[in-house]
């Protein structure tokens, strides 16, 4: 028998426009000069997603694991703090700690429903699929869209937690948090709570391994964005021309991500109507991971009607879950 359920999953825009959304970026991120760009989200391609959780169980790749032990001491009380009745998490990822809250709301007999927005949309199924057949009492929908353009489509808030988890906000550049913070703010009624994941400043030389890995995950994972082109955008790159580049920059506490090439390259796009010419040891840029201490991100928070409520970290401080409160 065939069964069918309605998946409450919608798009924000339908795919032909999604792609075209793509063109005009990589478009105009290929064109930046001195340093090209492509937008980090095209990352996350099924292959993309996979390989970032194969990061995230590298020995190296402390976010997850510390992550992961703040929220199990700590997701109880970030639940009592405003005893919410929706859940929604930003960038849904591969869904393992949205449960830790999701059980923490239900032990409280208040867990209404949970909403889920992110750019995959196999990724997200599976995770609204499995997260609707574990918590069967609450209504799980999904929104296929980007955090940064969409947030509007979650509606306004009133008794909502969102959770915007595991450093993604990194991926923002710092000039951005602030809009970014005020679009938060403005689907969230007052009082209700926004928990953030910050990847925090510390020893270089612990932030250089976690992006230079010795099994070279982090390299196949930079590398496979130019897949990703191959695959949606009919790009002829080949990876093997590229090599794989992380460092700290100290002053802007950032970490980059660099394709290299290893050869002079001439690559074409045709979806989007680039021919790009790369001499040996050119580099596009592919990813802003950017470091926070308190009193920087403090800094992007004023004025957005955000304010920093608790701030939760590991013994070494090496992440913080930031629990923000939406004051006026
Ligand atoms: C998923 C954005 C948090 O910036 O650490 C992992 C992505 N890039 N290794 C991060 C990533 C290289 C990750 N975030």
Partial sequence: MLMSRAVAVRRVRPVEQDLSTMVAEVREGLARRPLPELPCKYFYDDRGSALFDEITALPEYYPTRTETGILEAHAEEIVDASSPGELVELGSGAGRKIRLFLDAMRRRGHLESVALLEISEGYLRESVDSLQADYPEARVSGIVGDFVRDL?????????????????????????????????????????????????VKDPARLHAAYNDAAGVTAEFNLNILRVLN?????????SDFEHRA????????????????????????????????????????????????????????GTGLVI????????????????????
């Fill in 152 to 200: 509007p489509e979650l509606g306004p808030g009133g008794g909502r937690l969102l959770l915007f988890l595991a450093g993604t906000i990194g991926n923002l550049h710092p000039e951005q948090l602030p809009a970014f913070f005020r679009g938060a703010a403005s689907v969230l009624a007052r009082g209700d709570g926004f928990l953030v994941g910050v990847d925090l």
């Fill in 231 to 239: 695959d949606r955008l009919g790009a002829d790159f080949d990876p």
């Fill in 247 to 302: 460092f700290y920059d100290v002053e802007r506490e950032w970490i980059e991500m660099r394709l290299r090439a290893r050869r002079p390259v001439e690559a074409r796009v045709p979806l989007a109507g680039v021919r790009l010419a790369l001499a040996s040891g050119d580099e596009i840029r592919t990813e802003l991971s950017c470091k926070y201490t308190r009193e920087s991100l403090e800094r992007r928070l004023e």
């Fill in 309 to 328: 409520e608790r701030w939760f970290t590991d013994e070494e401080s090496l992440f913080a879950s930031v629990l923000l409160r939406r004051k006026c």
